[in-house]
């Protein structure tokens, strides 16, 4: 309103800025993003960063897609779920349940179901998604297990991974526990039971917990912070972390021509794994979505509303919870009196084994690491025939993961498969200890078998099926060189030597007997590496030697 | 497939055919190199581009109309309409319309960027150089001096007093966040001992209240091999509490011959073979509710523990580590089926301040 101070018209740029004129107005608003943020140094690293193509990178990227499906859906169904217990009587659009006394937290999920238009479908996307997200989770460790992908400098992603993983199921139980349905006031006794157990402060715990006796008022509530808020909290922050040290590693590749520990080799982020990825968010999404369309999960309105003194038959967790209610279920059940107290074994010890079961993969980088002294950073990918222990105890652990399922689900296997209950709770009592065992066994001499595969195939090459009639009479079958990019990619493995332990004498000849910690370590080296657990590489002068052909073929 | 592919289009023809082998001096395992681009169709034939491009602009179209089928479903369909789809069966028309508008509509959208991706954009293999993520010696010597410089101007290691009562105080201040949770809930107490039956005395026993029929029982009611769940007289469904009532007080009764059954103490707890057994799981508090007549074993459907209840409800299997609690059961002047007190020790799963 006052004097206009501003007098210059067109006059030439202001002194401090250099830079040269926007090309046009996008180029102008980033000139101005970048003042502010700094986009361009940022751009510059990341822009045309190079990701490694293979199809087992995906998985982790369908945990990341399932997991933002779960947070918008979740946004959504608390809009409308009531997380209450206080009591209602039914009067909505579902015949069955009409007139029946139920709390406000199961009422608003069926109201969801029913009366909110596509509720349904978001609760189903939600529920499917999250059983996605778990799977996808525990396949994408198996991937990462198995090539080795954990080693350093990634064993600490290797562990925000896990986190995520042990959030995610517990995530998952909160989740379902909060319709107040039959089957979840089952599952939150189950815990309630399990919290029992605890020596000493246990009864505290549960009453702190429920806010009093079971069940009483407060569980749903005090269950639907944790479920939205406090676990998801922390795994978006683990989330980021995650995926920022994922971007600072760089990829892992596969061993091949022109890949080395020094290079990444593959397609920039823009404009390729942009579309790749960004539509493959889509696919997931898509796919979750026709899913939920077609398939049914948890009908809680086929449940019923929880009362404490009812049941289903087949009260099942959902799967990723299932070895839990394994050890649960086959656990003889021990109980110990010690002045005037009990000590509930039945139950804390299949608690205390749950951890346990987590932990082990935890810390197996750790521990691999330790064995075998290696503190090199790792980029290539292991085959897994090609590091047969290491791949053996995973397969071990898949196993005695899937016998304790088969023990949370015996119910459903006793009456799907005609089978006596108490057979299948015995074979899991046994095969807790066997089926681990025997899988490592199996599992080891199977890559030993491929290794030799690959050793005759670099030597003797490919089997063309073109046979072939000797002077003398002798058929053979002709065999191809492999081109130099596999005999490369078949060879270009480590084999690291076995750690030893230092001479039991010093120079002096006085007996210096190592301790037992290197005894322990030096054992396992040659677990790991020693000669039953590799088939030594083919070396240049095997190969020279069978090439050149003299009476070979 | 091949018939719009002119021959002199494909890769041979451009002279860009394989791999460029390095000789291998000796070491017939050496690193090649990075194999040569091989072009795909659409980078050699204009025509097979076109036709992808058509391909994703098409996906996108699907999606575009997909998504007005979201909407116009939302808004025509009724949330009541059941329809029958094969193999599906009977479900929910709006439930199903809106899952598969939306999924393809999502889906399309992907499917197309990935074709885009595959086939246009260029797929040429780009090696980029990773650095070592330790830094090197100087940095390290450099970052350790500057911090010793910070450490020392700080004091910290030689005011012995301050860095240890710092440590106490941080130690202990968390502290305050558990004692802030003292509040969630009340202390145990006796609690977890006693149920709802305390109430019964002799002077005024409780009626068994029979949870179908919200009527008290005589002993005729209850007929061998069948299995009856009760409730103590006074509680009802609409009570504030029932929830946390019924978790410890659910009986059921069975009704067994009294010479079948084979637990003395058992036999005297009830009134002429009615035995009247907390429902309660004593593995981690499951409703049991499965009986086998013919042996008198009931089952909790949760874990499958199972109990003998001619034998004092005894575990025969599961990972239940004791009996189910009993309570004692007479019949009232008017031959109603009545407790006289509580049951004679905790029900449900058993923790550690529980006698055994």
């Given amino acids: 309103m006052s004097s206009a101070s501003s007098t210059t018209s067109g006059a030439a740029k202001p002194a401090g800025s250099t830079r040269a004129k926007p090309a046009n107005k996008w180029e102008q608003a980033a000139d101005w993003t970048d003042g502010r943020l700094g986009i361009y140094s940022l751009a510059k690293a990341n822009l045309r960063k190079i990701f490694p193509d293979h199809w087992s990178f995906m ?68 529920h499917w998604a999250a059983l996605v997200f778990v799977a996808a989770m525990l396949v994408h460790m198996m991937r990462v297990f198995f090539t080795g992908a954990f080693r350093k400098p990634r064993e600490i992603n290797w562990v925000f991974g896990f986190l995520l993983l042990v959030l995610g199921m517990f995530d998952g139980f909160f989740g379902y526990s909060l319709p107040d349905d039959l089957l979840s006031g089952t599952g939150i006794r189950f815990m309630e039971g399990a919290i029992l157990a605890v020596p000493l402060v246990g009864t505290y715990i549960q009453m702190f917990l429920f806010g009093g006796e079971f069940p009483g008022h407060d569980i749903v509530p005090r269950f639907f912070t944790i479920h939205v808020l406090l676990i998801p909290g922390i ?19 596969w061993a091949g021509p022109g890949k080395t520990e020094k290079n990444v080799v593959g397609m920039p982020l823009m ?8 539509g493959f968010f889509f696919l997931v999404f898509g796919l979750i979505a026709a899913v939920s369309a077609i398939a049914t999960i948890n009908p809680i309105w086929a449940y019923g509303p929880y009362r404490p003194d009812q049941v289903s038959t087949d009260a099942q967790p959902d799967w990723y919870m299932g070895f839990s209610e394994g050890l649960i279920r ?10 005037g107290h009990t000590l509930n074994l039945g139950v804390f010890v299949p608690l205390m084994i749950f951890p346990l079961v987590l932990v082990a993969i935890a810390v197996y980088p750790f521990i691999e690491s330790w064995v075998t002294g290696d503190k090199r950073e790792h980029h290539i990918l292991d085959r897994p025939r090609n590091a047969p222990v290491r791949t053996a105890l995973g397969a071990a652990w898949i196993s005695l993961y899937l016998v304790l399922l088969v023990g949370g689900g015996n119910d459903l296997f006793a009456t799907h498969l005609h089978l006596s209950i108490n057979d299948i709770t015995y074979f899991v009592r046994v095969g807790f200890f066997v089926v681990p065992v025997l899988t490592f066994i199996a599992t080891k001499r199977w890559c030993l078998g491929l290794q030799r595969r690959d050793k005759e195939k ?40 076995v750690f030893e332990l230092p001479a039991e004498t010093d120079e002096n000849g006085v007996a210096a007997k190592a301790g037992l910690i290197p005894r322990t370590r030096a054992k396992l080296s040659r677990g790991f590496y020693g000669e039953g657990s590799r088939i030594p590489k083919p070396t240049a002068e095997e190969h020279h030697e069978i090439t050149s052909g003299h009476g070979h073929h | 497939m091949s018939h719009d592919m002119s021959e002199e289009k494909l890769p041979e023809s451009h002279g860009s055919a394989g791999h460029h082998e390095v000789a291998a001096h000796g070491d017939p395992f050496a690193d090649p190199g990075l194999p040569a681009h091989q072009p795909r169709r659409t980078d050699i034939d204009e025509r097979a ?63 197309g960027a990935v074709h885009w991706a595959r086939t246009l954009m260029s797929d040429h293999e780009i090696p980029a150089e990773r650095h070592p993520i330790e830094a090197d010696d100087e940095v390290r010597a450099d970052v350790i001096e500057q911090f010793r410089t910070g450490a020392a101007e700080s004091g910290f290691g030689r005011r012995k007093m301050i860095r240890n009562t710092l440590i106490g105080s941080m130690a202990l201040v968390p502290l305050s966040g558990v004692v802030l949770l003292r509040d969630l809930g009340p202390l145990p107490e006796d609690k977890l001992e006693h149920t709802g039956w305390r109430e ?19 002993a005729e009611d209850v007929i061998v091999g069948s299995l009856t769940f009760a409730m103590p007289e006074g509680l009802s469904t609409h009570d504030e509490d029932f929830q946390q009532q019924i978790a410890k007080d659910a009986l059921m009764l069975v009704r067994i011959a009294p010479e079948d059954i084979k637990d003395t103490e058992s036999r005297e707890k009830g009134f002429e073979g009615i035995l ?30 199972t109990f003998d209840l001619a034998d004092g409800a005894r575990v025969i299997f599961g990972p239940a580590g004791h009996p189910l609690p009993q309570l004692k059961i007479t019949t009232d002047e008017k031959g109603f089926l009545v407790a006289t007190g509580d049951f004679d020790e905790p029900v449900g799963p058993s923790y550690w301040e529980r006698a055994r």
């Fill in chain 1, 59 to 126: 998985l982790g990227e369908i945990c990341l897609y399932t997991f933002v499906i779960i947070i918008l859906t979740g946004v959504y169904l608390t809009l409308f779920f009531k997380p209450s217990m206080g009591e209602v009587i039914y009067d909505g659009s579902y015949i069955p349940l009409k007139g029946i006394p139920m709390s406000e937290a199961y009422a608003s999920t069926v109201d969801i179901s029913f009366e909110v238009r596509g509720g349904l479908l978001v609760r189903q996307i939600h």
């Fill in chain 2, 276 to 305: 009247a057994y907390s429902k309660i799981c004593t593995h981690v508090g499951c409703p049991i509710s499965l009986y086998e007549q013919q042996t008198h074993h009931a089952l909790c459907p949760c874990h499958q523990s």
């Fill in chain 1, 458 to 497: 670099v030597l003797h090459g490919r089997e063309t099926g073109v046979i072939k009639r000797l002077p003398h009479g002798e058929f053979i079958e002709v065999h191809a060189q492999l081109p130099q990019a596999d005999l490369h990619k078949l060879t270009s493995h480590e084999q690291p030597p």
């Fill in chain 1, 330 to 339: 086959v656990m003889p059940g021990w109980e110990i009196g010690l002045w």
């Fill in chain 2, 49 to 111: 581009a076109q036709r992808a491009e058509r391909q994703v602009s098409l996906m996108f179209v699907v999606s575009m109309l997909a998504t007005v089928g979201f909407i116009a479903s939302y808004v025509a369909i009724d949330p009541d309409k059941i329809v029958y789809i094969f193999p599906l069966g009977h479900v929910s028309a709006l439930n199903f319309a809106l899952g598969m508008t939306l999924g393809v509509a999502l889906f399309c959208i992907g499917a």
């Fill in chain 1, 235 to 253: 795994m978006l922050g683990l989330l980021v972390a995650h995926l920022i040290l994922v971007f600072y590693h760089k990829h892992t590749q």
């Fill in chain 1, 271 to 278: 404009p390729v794994y942009m579309a790749k990825a960004g």
């Fill in chain 2, 200 to 218: 019964a005395t002799d002077v005024k026993p409780l009626q068994l209240i029979n949870m179908n029929t919200n009527q008290p029982m005589k």
